[in-house]
């Protein structure tokens, strides 16, 4: 009996050999016999989900390529992996739990099941307690140890428990209360909290002290130091804590071991990932700069693309099809990164946001049953806002010899409008993304009267694929249907790739070595060192140079 297409390690399903024979047949095809060929293309290859708008005409595929690509999706059993999430089994097979970031943002008086326990009343409950604390914090009514009522926030946490806060407060800076100050400190390196903290007072600071494990070496490290700088800027007084900390983790005991109440901790649970966290208590910073309605309003968003994800058809599926149309660029073109490119400033955050979203959760070497995977997994993820990227690296993505796929995310309309600015910066966009599309052949070249010499450098081959993503405006909802975009398709791909993409093996390695390493580097007698010799050697170099200067 032959086995289903899911069993089958990925590189000898139907579908996958299927799209291989595919790609030696097309991989001659440029953009532009395929524009040439279907004068709808532009129209016909363009989707909605909510409030998004994708037009995916960009790249090369036709429509035999996507039709293999759905085929690999239902051979790879996604929608059956797509109810097991919702439904919270356990997915995150290596750590044993499940990944349920969606009931974060399950409607209050929905059911959403973990281990036979509906967890939604347990969300809404400290949605509940975030939204009092905002407020109070909001009105000015959170007083800090002298009376003051406290204006500066700053959340303190490093990965999943900083890139999201910070990332949704850049991105919804329009609607935040301006006369909060809010700063994000995630580095070990000293200098991030001195300089996040140098111009405020400690009567009108409150930390948020935001770790899933709350074991962090960054953030606990960040943490103690904090409330040696409150401490002593309030006179020496320990019980200051008390009214400028609060926690954002799922280890309570850890919390009050710390120093911070229990009424003053917010929690969330081991079945959301770091990564998938922005819309749990882990927002409690966007939550009180944006205030409670804005901030439920992204939770609806998040939930809209949830719903879409969950149910429409995949070749209607937007999160699909965007993981399928990348994973064709990595798979089958030999794409090795990824560029996310917004044309809003607010968005400046987010390519760095969404490098560990996809590079943790994607960048695996086995499948989940611990085989070597025979094929490339996550691209590289980066990116700027445009317009500034167009004049430092954009040269490479039209010119350079590497194949980088782009995805342009822009609005309609800008949230506060200046004079020419948007239609200027809409018309980048457009172009760019035509530019790549397109290029520009040497007969063009030629005809602008350009001299022979410089013809060839001249040249765009184009053929380079792009998606531009669209919506009317950056809402706190879009901002959630953008993330939650992301966050399926990186689903979709880990899926396909057989990976688990909700652990993070990867990051343990270096951890433990620095834990190793740090009473080397601290300890006053020389320690025998059983490292490397490289190792060693700069281990020796560096406690020679404290010692001829300490400090
Ligand atoms: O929230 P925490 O427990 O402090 O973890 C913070 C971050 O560090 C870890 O090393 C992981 O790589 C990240 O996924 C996580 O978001």
């Given at each position: 009996m032959s086995q289903p297409a899911s069993r089958l390690p990925l590189l000898q399903r139907p579908s996958w050999k299927a799209l291989a024979a595919h790609?030696?047949?097309?991989?001659?095809?440029?953009?532009?016999?395929?524009?040439a060929g279907d004068a709808g293309r532009g129209e016909r290859l363009t989707l909605s989900a909510g409030d998004l708008f994708l037009d995916y005409s960009k790249n090369r595929v036709t429509d035999r390529t996507l039709a293999l690509l759905l085929r690999l999706a239902q051979e790879a059993g996604l929608e059956e992996r797509i109810r097991a999430m919702f439904n919270g089994e356990k997915i995150n097979a290596t750590e044993g739990r499940a990944a349920l970031h969606v009931a974060l943002r399950a409607p209050a008086g929905s059911t959403v099941l973990v281990d036979g326990r509906n967890v939604v009343p347990e969300v809404q409950a400290v949605l509940e307690r975030m939204t009092?604390?905002?407020?109070r914090v909001r009105a000015g009514q959170w007083t800090g140890h002298t009376g003051k009522p406290i204006r500066n926030l700053v959340n303190i946490g490093i990965g999943g428990s900083d890139l999201g806060p910070v990332m949704a407060y850049e991105a919804l800076r329009h609607y935040s209360e301006r006369s909060l100050t809010f700063r994000f400190v995630s580095n070990l390196d000293g200098s991030d909290f001195l300089e996040a903290t140098r111009d405020l007072h400690p009567a009108e600071t409150l930390f948020i002290v935001s770790s899933k494990t709350f074991s962090t070496l960054e953030t606990m490290t960040n943490a103690n130091s904090a409330r040696e700088w409150l401490i002593a800027g309030l006179g020496g007084d320990p019980k200051a804590v008390a009214r400028h900390f609060v926690a954002v983790s799922t280890e309570a005991e850890k919390v009050t071991a710390f120093g911070i109440e229990a009424a003053n901790m917010f929690g969330f649970w081991d079945w959301v990932g770091g990564r998938y966290s922005m819309d749990s208590a882990i927002g409690l910073s966007t939550m009180v700069a944006i205030g409670p309605d804005h901030f439920r309003s992204m939770l609806r968003g998040f939930h809209r693309m949830d719903e879409h994800f969950r149910t429409a058809p995949f070749?209607?599926?937007?999160?699909?099809?965007?993981?399928?149309?990348?994973?064709?660029?990595?798979?089958?073109?030999?794409?090795?990164?990824?560029?996310v490119l917004p044309y809003e400033q607010y968005l400046k955050r987010f390519p760095?946001?969404?490098?560990?979203?996809?590079?943790?959760?994607?960048?695996?070497?086995v499948t989940r049953e611990g085989r070597p995977v025979e094929y490339?997994?996550?691209?590289?993820?980066?990116?700027?806002?445009?317009?500034?990227?167009?004049?430092?690296?954009?040269?490479?993505?039209?010119?350079?010899?590497?194949?980088?796929?782009?995805?342009?995310?822009?609005?309609?309309?800008?949230?506060?409008?200046?004079?020419?600015?948007?239609d200027l910066l809409l018309a980048n966009v457009f172009a760019q993304a035509r530019a790549l599309a397109f290029g520009k052949t040497a007969e063009e070249v030629e005809a602008e009267g350009t001299v022979a010499r410089l013809v060839p450098h001249r040249v765009f081959e184009g053929n380079r694929p792009s998606n531009v993503l669209m919506a009317d405006r950056l809402t706190p909802a879009v901002l959630g249907q953008l993330t939650a975009l992301y966050e399926h398709l990186v689903f979709t791909q880990g899926v396909v790739w057989d990976i688990d993409s909700f652990d993070q093996w990867g990051v343990e390695l270096g951890k433990a070595l620095a834990m190793s390493i740090i009473p080397d580097l601290e300890g006053g007698a020389e320690p025998t060192l059983g490292y490397d010799s490289s190792t060693n050697n700069l281990i020796r170099r560096y406690r020679a140079s404290k010692a001829r200067s300490p400090g």
């Open positions: 790609h030696d047949e097309v991989r001659q095809l440029h953009l532009k016999d395929l524009f009092a604390f905002a407020n070749a209607e599926n937007m999160p699909v099809l965007m993981g399928l149309l990348s994973l064709w660029n990595t798979n089958f073109l030999g794409a090795e990164t990824a560029a760095a946001y969404l490098q560990q979203l996809t590079m943790e959760s994607n960048g695996k070497h490339q997994t996550s691209p590289i993820y980066w990116g700027e806002p445009g317009t500034n990227g167009q004049h430092s690296f954009y040269q490479l993505i039209h010119q350079g010899t590497r194949l980088i796929p782009c995805d342009f995310i822009a609005f309609d309309h800008p949230l506060v409008p200046l004079g020419r600015h948007h």
